[in-house]
């Protein structure tokens, strides 16, 4: 499969023109999937600017991104802050290229920072298969976690999604952090970071497309760019069975008990 990530840099961009960049990707890069950062619908670092463009998974801006899925013949996933009941997830929602909702994640745990103030925690994994390929989505905060890349690697992904909203001073995530989940998972990881300055906080960039074994496939700089690579599953086959890291692990909880 080759995927892109969008590694945008829209600070105070209005929706349509967010959907208009959008749809220039999605027809260039002949990826089967695009991967765009957390919050992309939106902006991530908008303050209270948050509750008033929040949509359900449903709304206005999904839709559009469906007819552009369609239009293109590629999926695409991209953050959002999802309104439902009263309440606002940050959320990562997976559209494919017949404009169907694929996956929906809530960001399952909620950083200190400006975010607390407005979303609240999701409370499950979020796997789904596209293309033959069983893939998971992790927001930002997610991946930093090693239990949560294992727990979606257990439960059978072989890709994962992050869109983050990564800030310059935080750099040695993507650097060391997020590689290091790819090579202890034996997965394939999809990284995809805002660029620029948003209302003063720095983006790092760095978005990247990692191998299983964690080294960089594909790695951006600091400013908006397209990066494309091709993922071979077979490669996290060969990683998985050369190092067993998701079959001992069991063992090892055993042992430390």
Known sequence: MKVAVFQCDLAGATAQTRLTRLHQVMQQTEASLVLCPELFMSGYHIADRIPDLAESRDGPFARRVAEIARATDTAVAYGYPEMTEGRIYNSAVCIGRDGAMIANHRKLVVPPGPEIRYFTAGDRLTLFDLDGIRMALLICYDIEFPEAARAASLAGAEVILAPTALAAQ???????????????????????????????????????????????????????TVITEVLDIQRVHRARTRLPYLKDVAALHDRLR
Do not use: C, K, M, T
Request: no cysteine; aromatic share 8%; net charge negative.
């Open 170 to 224: 935080w750099s040695v995530v993507a650097e060391r952090v997020i590689p290091a989940r790819a090579f202890e998972n034996g997965a394939h990881i999809v990284y995809a970071n805002h660029a620029g300055i948003e209302n003063g906080l720095e983006y790092a960039g760095s978005s990247v497309i990692l191998d299983p074994i964690g080294g960089d496939q594909a790695r951006a700089g600091a400013s908006e």
